[in-house]
């Protein structure tokens, strides 16, 4: 249990935070309003450029991202700012009805969030709300136009507002939390890059016309983790509870679904691929049909690498755990098995 649980850690970069001190929970309402009567980033587009988040709330976020199979879910998170950083210290579901491809908070859930953040002041939890999060299953973290139109209207009346995108089944399979932080720029603003993809990612055919079409509405935000003494007393109950399922559970059968659907979509990539190699046999070398057929082959070799990736973690995986706990794989019978045999004959 507790190797299982160090390694979600290192995988996650999850640091401990003065445990003395435990300062990044520690929340300044006169401090913060200061901040918010300022309002740096009115003044810059790109103010904020960091994300911490807590441990516990990361864990909660995946959590509820990965009940909602291949619907998308959403929720809100708690925290507080600090110069060009926002800490995200809690999340909490919100009771929204999703799809395969859109979710939207409705006035019940409006109401909700107004009543959570009500019993969490009266208790002494005084964090704002600075930021919604919603899953991706199976294609990547990033905005799509719904979102941007989301994110920007958090923006105009709710800010400072981030939006988080987790990806359940890309998390499961990798072995690490897929996870992306974003801010969307305001109307008037022309960005001279576009910034909102930045870094390769391995995007559905379905999904590819989307992914492209807003990104020069939305900028990145680095992300990093934290804990406190408490998260970590708190993350060792929850591995008291699913250690078993952790050590028992193979990626590739619990991701077996998404599996498939990345097999799917990357024979249609190399069809794709074969189809333009075709059409530009006749082309000259270096011209942008040429280019674009290299290109579109070139995603496709990073995507069957990717998918041949996991696909190894997971059988290496689950061989490791079959010779630690079940003596598989070894031809040597165990003492154990050994004296059974020979009590049968």
Partial sequence: METAYKTWELENNVKLVDPQRDALYTYDAAEQKEINDKKPWKQDPHHFK???????????????????????????????????TIIVTDAFMLPVEGTETRVNAADEANEYLVQYLQLCRDQGKMENAVGWYHSHPGYGCW???????????????????????????????????????FRTFPESYKPTETSGTDGYQTIPLAKIEDFGAHASRYYSLEVSHFKSTLDTHLLELLWNK??????????????????????LDLSNKIKEASTMVGRSGRQPTGSSACKAVDEKIDKAVR??????????????AGDIKAKLFNGLGDATPQPAAAAVEAEAL
Avoid at 52 to 80: C, D, F, T, Y
């Fill in 50 to 84: 960091h994300v911490r988040i807590s441990a516990v709330a990361l864990i909660k976020m995946v959590m509820h991202a990965r009940s909602g199979g291949s619907i998308e879910v959403m929720g809100l998170m708690q925290g507080k700012i600090s110069g060009d």
């Fill in 143 to 181: 905005l799509s136009g719904i979102d941007v139109t989301t994110q920007s209207t958090h923006q105009t009346f709710n800010d400072p507002f981030l939006a988080v995108v987790i990806d359940p089944d890309r998390s499961i399979s990798a072995g690490k939390v897929e996870i992306g932080a």
């Fill in 242 to 263: 699913y250690w078993v399922q952790t050590l028992s559970q193979s990626p590739l059968f619990t991701n077996r679904e998404y599996g498939s659907k990345q097999m």
């Fill in 303 to 316: 995507d069957s690498n990717k998918i041949a990736g996991e696909e190894m973690t997971g059988l290496m």
